[in-house]
């Protein structure tokens, strides 16, 4: 079974830059695998953020950006403000039947 | 600027239907550069993908595993609007639903989301 890992939990402190990543538990994460991320509020829809690895979408700031660090698919945050504060999902393409999977999800505190 | 409507049931008993409708406004069903999901969220699931269909030149209907032989996503044309049907339900498929439109690698425009509680 394909399992999609996020750190349950990050703090950053206000203009502070955090590092949220995204595994594989079958192996490394690359472009291929076409990693997206977004932001949750609590009762709020999901807002998509970045596309295919490094794509931000419409009306993101780029404060935002995603990369592949290592074998893991990463969401970078520069200068966090305190509206950043929300749940962070990741999800993949693993194909197979399966296409998409998320991540369990990375809470963010800004403090 | 495309929107999404959801509407349907919001309590199913176990054993039986839960079925949701998306209706879309700012774009077309039949689009080819779209394909129209359905995804769900519960705290012991998290987000799951449950399944798309969509339009190249022929209509396409793909399922999770998860869900496959109790799901069905059928399009309607003719209101330009997509369905979710997940037969024999249990307790496990309480979640809040979203359908969401994926264009490429993501899905950028989200339903509000139902909640579907199973229960007698």
């Known amino acids: 079974q394909t399992v999609v890992t996020q750190e349950p939990s990050l703090s950053v402190s206000p203009g502070g830059t955090v590092t949220l990543t995204c595994g594989l538990n079958s192996g490394s994460v690359s472009s291929g695998n076409y990693p997206s991320w977004y932001q949750q509020t609590p009762g709020q829809t999901p807002r998509a953020l970045i596309y295919?690895?490094?794509s931000r979408a419409s009306g993101v700031p780029d404060r935002f950006s995603g990369s592949i660090l290592g074998n893991k698919a990463a969401l970078t945050v520069t200068g966090a403000q305190a509206d950043d504060e929300s749940d962070y999902y990741c999800a993949l393409y693993v194909g197979g039947g399966v296409h998409w999977v998320f991540g369990g999800g990375t809470k963010l505190t800004v403090l | 600027q495309v929107q999404l409507q959801q509407s349907g049931r919001g309590l199913v008993k176990p054993s039986q239907t839960l079925s949701l409708t998306c209706a879309i406004s700012g774009d077309s069903l039949a689009s080819h550069t779209a394909a129209w999901n359905w995804i769900r969220q519960s705290p012991s699931r998290g987000l799951e993908w449950l399944g798309r269909t969509y339009f190249r030149s022929k209509w396409f209907n793909e399922y999770s595993p998860s869900v496959r032989g109790r799901i069905t996503v059928n399009p309607d044309t003719s209101k330009n609007q997509f369905s979710l049907q997940l037969s024999s339900v249990t307790p496990e498929d309480t979640a809040v639903y979203y359908c969401?439109?994926?264009?490429?690698?993501?899905?950028?425009?989200w339903g509000q989301g139902t909640l579907v509680t199973v229960s007698s």
């Open positions: 295919t690895t490094n």
């Open positions: 969401a439109r994926g264009v490429g690698a993501l899905f950028d425009s």
